[in-house]
């Protein structure tokens, strides 16, 4: 079992940034990948970024490249979503994902970010 919980959401104008936090507690050393999804209204949820659980194969989103960068903590469970140059199409609810055993996947309950044109 993993507990997630995000941080560090809000609201920003367009061109901002933000950082997101998520805390990872429980079984966290069975962890295989971790990282960011996102769902906005009306839409389906989208991975933003993952990275495995030593760094070396990290995934973004075509629209975010550039502009996000996921990094991770282990010493604190804790992965970190930079995002710069917001545009308000990032708005979503961004939940912080989990993967055990290649197949467990766990969820946190999200931090909602506005981006305000």
């Known amino acids: 079992q993993v507990q997630l919980v995000e941080s560090g959401g809000g609201l920003v104008q367009a061109g901002g940034s933000l950082r997101l936090s998520c805390a990872a507690s429980?079984?966290?050393?069975?962890?295989?990948?971790i990282g960011w999804y996102r769902q906005a209204p009306g839409k389906q949820r989208e991975l933003v970024a993952t990275?495995?659980?030593?760094?070396?194969?990290?995934v973004y989103r075509d629209s975010v490249k550039g502009r996000f960068t996921i990094s991770r903590d282990t010493a604190k469970n804790t992965v970190y979503l930079q995002m710069n140059s917001l545009k308000p199409e990032d708005t979503a609810l961004y939940y912080c994902?989990?993967?055990?055993?290649?197949?467990?996947?766990?969820w946190g309950r999200g931090t909602q970010v506005t981006v305000s044109s």
């Open positions: 994902y989990a993967r055990i055993g290649g197949t467990y996947s766990y």
């Open positions: 429980g079984s966290t050393f069975s962890i295989d990948r």
């Open positions: 990275t495995s659980s030593d760094g070396s194969n990290i």
